[in-house]
């Protein structure tokens, strides 16, 4: 070993002064009074906020009505000035006896990714750069339940094709969400109605949410994402599709600005075939329950007991 290896900085416990120990005490108390975001590791750093108050805001669960209040106004007039349109951000929160799920027909999917388009144009995911997809399209040879082998590129001139069959997947929503327990700041959570949502004020951009994740469920903004004003999505929600920022995680919300208000998520809608189906598990007369209590459902890597709330089925 060279010698200027060998001559490394280090503190002697027994030489360290106590105004050394007092002074590194402060600068761990400072640490932990600022707030997750101003620690973001290759995050966006305050040249990305519009205000010290949208800097130093606290986490959604924590915030008072009046502070919600306060913050939904701040974004809404900054993204109406960025995108020189009205922007609304809500928080319209979950009902009572409600306990959303999602149930997938895959002898009904043609692989055709409608859906994939309806998802990105209702919650505003970037159009230039890198894209982000909540729904990734697998195709699968018939007979076979290998994810090795599934095809997310597959390019053909029309679908459905002869001797394939197609399996969307997307954030699931699981009960035993593993992405809530990972993240190390509380900035991800499952709501009362089921949704596992991300304030993304407060996400660090760290992953762990990402790499717990068994199903790629989650998606991470390398830049700032680029909408076209004339493309926005102006109806938004706070947990939802709101427009992002670089070095946040982002997800699939079960559409929580529309299926809030009673209406479907855009990847129903956009279906041609019906193969998508949503609704309420407390209410036994609705479609969902129908589905889950007289089809054979299954769900993805049920060994895990993560418990999704997203289920498919032969019909």
Not at 39 to 44: S, W
Request: net charge positive.
């Amino acid at each position: 070993m060279s010698e200027s290896k060998r001559q490394v900085t280090t503190v002697d416990a027994r030489q360290a002064s106590r105004r050394k120990f007092l002074k590194g005490l402060a600068a761990g108390a400072v640490a932990a009074s600022v707030p997750a975001p101003a620690l973001a590791q290759g995050g966006r750093g305050f040249l990305g906020y519009s205000s010290w108050a949208e800097y130093f805001q606290k986490n959604y669960l924590l915030m008072s009505p009046e502070e919600k209040a306060a913050a939904l106004r701040r974004l809404e007039e900054k993204y109406s000035a960025k995108y020189g349109r009205k922007v609304t951000v809500k928080d319209t929160g979950p009902r009572e006896d409600v306990l959303f799920a999602y149930a997938l027909d895959l002898n009904k999917c043609v692989g055709c990714r409608r859906c994939v388009y309806g998802c990105v144009r209702e919650n505003n995911l970037p159009r230039e750069g890198e894209q982000i997809h909540y729904i990734k399209v697998l195709r699968f040879e018939d007979g076979v339940m290998d994810f090795e082998r599934s095809d997310r590129y597959y390019d053909p001139k029309e679908v459905p094709e002869d001797g394939y069959y197609y399996m969307p997947v997307q954030c699931l929503h699981c009960r035993n969400a593993p992405c809530v327990k990972a993240c190390p700041v509380k900035a991800t959570w499952t709501e009362p109605d089921g949704l596992v949502v991300v304030d993304y004020n407060w996400c660090i951009g760290c992953r762990y949410c990402m790499a717990a994740c068994p199903y790629e469920g989650r998606n991470f903004n390398w830049q700032d994402p680029v909408i076209p004003s004339s493309e926005l999505n102006p109806e938004t929600h706070y947990l939802g599709n709101r427009p992002r920022m670089r070095g946040t995680v982002e997800k699939c919300t079960f559409c929580i600005q529309r299926s809030r208000e009673g209406r479907y998520p855009a990847c129903v809608e956009a279906c041609p075939v019906g193969a998508r189906k949503f609704g309420n598990l407390l209410d036994p007369k609705s479609e969902i329950r129908y589905i889950l209590e007289n089809k054979r459902v299954f769900r993805i890597k049920e060994e895990l007991l993560t418990e999704p709330k997203f289920f498919y089925f032969f019909g």
